[in-house]
């Protein structure tokens, strides 16, 4: 049986207070706040994820992929989320395969 990102994050750490009208729980906007920060080492950002999370960065980055799908999240930090977007669409098509180039005549 497997957890969902939402149940593996530990929320005792990030207190889950109304939103401020954009429809994001105090654990989003506190993702999307931690998100905002420039990481120099990806190193550090997992263990700063595992500290004010206490969950593990697989969990954060399901979690967080879902959370910049939505509208809500756009409309709090625009410049944020599609930074996100824009990075996680890179990754997307630096794994596909190449097309391939070769004509067939």
């Known amino acids: ?26 654990l989003e906007q506190a993702m999307l706040s931690f998100e905002r920060r420039c990481w120099s080492r990806p190193i550090a950002k997992e263990q700063a994820i595992r500290e004010r999370f206490s969950c593990s960065p697989a969990a954060y980055y399901q979690q967080l992929n879902r959370l910049i799908d939505r ?35």
Do not use: H, W
């Open 1 to 26: 049986m497997s957890q969902t990102a939402d149940a593996v994050i530990n929320r005792s750490r990030i207190p889950d207070a109304p939103s401020d009208g954009a429809g994001l729980s105090g």
């Open 71 to 105: 509208p809500a999240a756009c409309a709090a930090d625009p410049l944020t989320v599609k930074r996100l977007r824009r990075r996680r669409e890179a990754r997307r098509l630096a794994l596909e395969p190449p097309p391939d180039r070769r004509r067939f005549c």
